[in-house]
């Protein structure tokens, strides 16, 4: 079967610290979206991309928060200074914009801690 | 307004009973599809079931089902025969427009637990 491949699957890191959780979509697929998931606001969209380039990212804080699509095996988001109210399961999702009624894939996550 | 709307936040039912999770939606496109996911402690989110807002029949694959009721705006996902396997949380979730590529507005989910 075919995967969303996140990494790292964990990560704790001090609070002013970098963070760039990585997500290669599966081959072929053309939208790229990253969400997070937290208990108090559930799953949260920050940002998708198609074709690499980004349609939105109105969800991400705009001042810490980063996502990029280097090439099309490539979704990178960046957290620059993270904070403890950044710790969640960050999800990497991939879909083909020409396959409506398939379902996105979901990566198994990256699970941040910020102490 | 929410646009996603489930309203059981657990649920239980007994091993080889059916089950319905809720869900209704909120928007004012004329196109767009419904989605459920199945979430299991190991954290994985898992496609299950999709309903376009066209379809004249409701989604099946294999013991899941949707029942699609547009007039209420209510996409309710059965379960038949439920598995101990099944427990986990259970997400509804909408894409507006006609493109497969549009993002997706999740619901808060609904924890569903399979006893003996």
């Known amino acids: 079967d075919a995967r969303v491949t996140q990494t790292p699957r964990d990560k704790v890191t001090e609070m002013g610290q970098e963070v760039t959780m990585r997500c290669q979509p599966i081959?072929?697929?053309?939208?790229v979206f990253w969400y997070r998931q937290t208990m108090m606001q559930g799953l949260e969209l920050l940002a998708y991309?198609?074709?690499?380039?980004?349609?939105?990212d109105s969800g991400m804080p705009k001042d810490r928060f980063s996502a990029e699509m280097p090439d099309a095996t490539l979704a990178t988001l960046k957290i620059q200074p993270s904070e403890p109210r950044d710790s969640a399961v960050y999800f990497c999702?991939?879909?083909?914009?020409?396959?409506?009624?398939?379902?996105?894939?979901f990566g198994s996550g990256t699970r941040l801690t910020v102490v | 307004a929410q646009k996603i709307t489930q309203t059981q936040p657990g649920m239980f039912v007994q091993e080889k009973e059916a089950v319905t999770l809720d869900c209704t939606y909120d928007?004012?496109?004329?196109?767009?599809?419904l989605f459920w996911y199945k979430q299991p402690s190991s954290g994985e989110m898992i496609f299950l079931i999709y309903?376009?807002?066209?379809?004249?029949q409701n989604a099946t694959e294999g013991r899941y089902s949707l029942n699609f009721q547009k007039a209420r705006k209510s996409a309710n996902l059965v379960i038949s025969a439920s598995q101990l396997g099944d427990s986990a949380m259970y997400f509804c979730?909408?894409?507006?427009?006609?493109?497969?590529?549009?993002?997706?507005?999740f619901g808060t989910g609904t924890q569903l637990k399979v006893e003996l």
């Open positions: 999702a991939s879909g083909l914009y020409e396959r409506p009624n398939y379902g996105y894939t």
């Open positions: 081959l072929g697929h053309n939208t």
């Open positions: 991309f198609r074709n690499r380039a980004p349609l939105d």
């Open positions: 928007t004012s496109d004329p196109s767009y599809g």
């Open positions: 309903q376009g807002s066209y379809d004249q």
């Open positions: 979730a909408m894409r507006e427009g006609l493109g497969g590529g549009n993002k997706l507005t």
